[in-house]
């Protein structure tokens, strides 16, 4: 353990269970000393998170539905009431319909595409808006994103697209929140195998492909991407912003399909 994150507040929005990359980060702040509360979507999440909660003295635990401006409102009301002020966010927040994260791209539906773009793109936005408020003596905001914002991956679809836009968004939102110091970055997470994850169309496929053809020739863990979001969260990332850090086992520099990669 470190104290990195020493006197530090915030919260960690996208947690479903002991799975979700949400859950690595937060065990990587906690080590480092953060204070932290979870939000998590819908009651029926609730009896998975709050035993991880309790492992991490986590007391606060919100439902938020990030499609529900209501309840985002609601969920930066309780926060205020309890801290006043926050120091970082977490965003590890996606979805779009599973039916639509395999076959052809060009097939996405107008209601899937906006409520893909809504829910893993807009909500990052929507979020920083109200956290924005609560940054008053600055602050790191982190956002989840995948390699298929950048290159076409299979079955990744309206999901690239959305990506490709929270990407954007983040360069965005760091050159409208610097003047006030708070820095905006992404990690963009190699292939983890959770609950979202395994919505992607022959998920299985690509995590074996990238652990053959990675530099590091392995996948990353959901406490790789803990460590690096540790970095960028606290002080040690303080004049980086604007960032889309790769923690994918060096897979995005790769242009050729190894030699010892056998045929998968
Ligand atoms: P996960 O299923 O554990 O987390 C996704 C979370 O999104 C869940 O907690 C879910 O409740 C939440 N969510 C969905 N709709 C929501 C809504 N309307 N309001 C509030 N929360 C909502 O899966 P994960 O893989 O840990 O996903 C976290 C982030 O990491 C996502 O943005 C995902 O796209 C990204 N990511 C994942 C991978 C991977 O391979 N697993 C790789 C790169 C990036």
Not at 80 to 89: Q, V
Not at 143 to 151: D, F, H, K, P
Request: aromatic residues 8%; glycine residues 10%; negative net charge.
């Amino acid at each position: 353990s470190n104290n990195l994150m020493a006197g530090k507040r915030g919260l960690i929005m996208g947690l479903a269970n002991d799975k979700s990359i949400a859950w690595g980060i937060a065990k990587a702040l906690a080590d480092a000393g953060a204070e932290m509360a979870f939000s998590y979507m819908g009651e029926a999440f609730k009896k998975r998170v709050a035993p991880l909660a309790e492992q991490l003295n986590v007391d606060t635990l919100i439902d938020c539905d990030v499609s529900d401006p209501a309840s985002v409102d609601a969920a930066f009301s309780e926060i205020e009431a309890k801290w006043g002020k926050i120091d970082f966010l977490v965003h590890a927040i996606g979805f779009s319909d599973k039916n639509e994260l395999r076959g052809r791209y060009v097939d996405t539906s107008r209601d899937n595409f906006l409520m893909t773009m809504d829910i893993s793109c807009y909500s990052f936005t929507s979020v920083m808006q109200r956290a924005e408020k609560l940054m008053t003596d600055g602050g790191s905001a982190l956002t989840l994103t995948y390699y298929g914002a950048e290159q076409v991956m299979p079955h990744y679809n309206v999901m690239g697209v959305a990506k490709a836009a929270l990407e954007a968004s983040v360069k965005y939102l760091a050159e409208d929140l610097g003047k006030d110091g708070i820095r905006v970055n992404a990690i963009s997470a190699g292939p983890i195998k959770t609950l979202a994850a395994s919505g992607i169309g022959d998920f299985r496929y690509i995590l074996k492909w990238n652990e053959l053809n990675s530099p590091l020739r392995r996948n990353v863990t959901i406490e790789d991407v803990g460590n690096s979001a540790l970095y960028l969260l606290s002080d040690l990332g303080s004049g980086v912003t604007g960032e889309n850090l790769h923690v994918d086992a060096g897979y995005h520099v790769v242009g050729m399909k190894a030699v010892d990669a056998p045929d998968i």
